[in-house]
């Protein structure tokens, strides 16, 4: 089954840290683009940071720039999303994406894939 299987997430304290995995299930990465989006509650879903396929640039949003890394193993099948000095308003359900396009600065575009989504509270 070709899916994106994401992991990670939690509660975490205001200032910490989390990281979470997108990994490649039927398919390989190494070809795509991969973009990190996120959605807070009555918000709607925004891109946050783009790799792109050869993990050479990566773009991040000015929300996030800083304090995001976005990484991938491709021989793992593997993005990675390090997120430290959470904030409060970084609480989202955070969402991974692949495309065989291009990231559109920090957004990926026409992704073919999604990510299930994973849920982010940062709350003392």
């Known amino acids: 089954q070709v899916q994106l299987i994401q992991s990670g997430g939690g509660l975490v304290q205001p200032g910490g840290s989390l990281r979470l995995s997108c990994a490649a299930s039927g398919f390989t990465l190494d070809r795509y683009a991969i973009g990190w989006f996120r959605q807070a509650p009555g918000k709607e879903r925004e891109g946050i940071s783009c790799?792109?396929?050869?993990?050479?640039?990566?773009y991040y949003s000015a929300s996030v720039k800083g304090r995001f890394t976005i990484s991938r193993d491709n021989a793992k099948n593997t993005v990675y999303l390090q997120m430290s000095s959470l904030e409060p308003e970084d609480t989202a359900v955070y969402y991974c994406?692949?495309?065989?396009?291009?990231?559109?600065?920090?957004?990926?575009?026409?992704?073919?894939?999604w990510g299930q989504g994973t849920q982010v509270t940062v709350s003392s």
């Open positions: 994406a692949a495309t065989r396009s291009y990231c559109s600065g920090y957004v990926s575009t026409n992704n073919d894939y």
């Open positions: 790799i792109t396929s050869n993990g050479g640039v990566n």
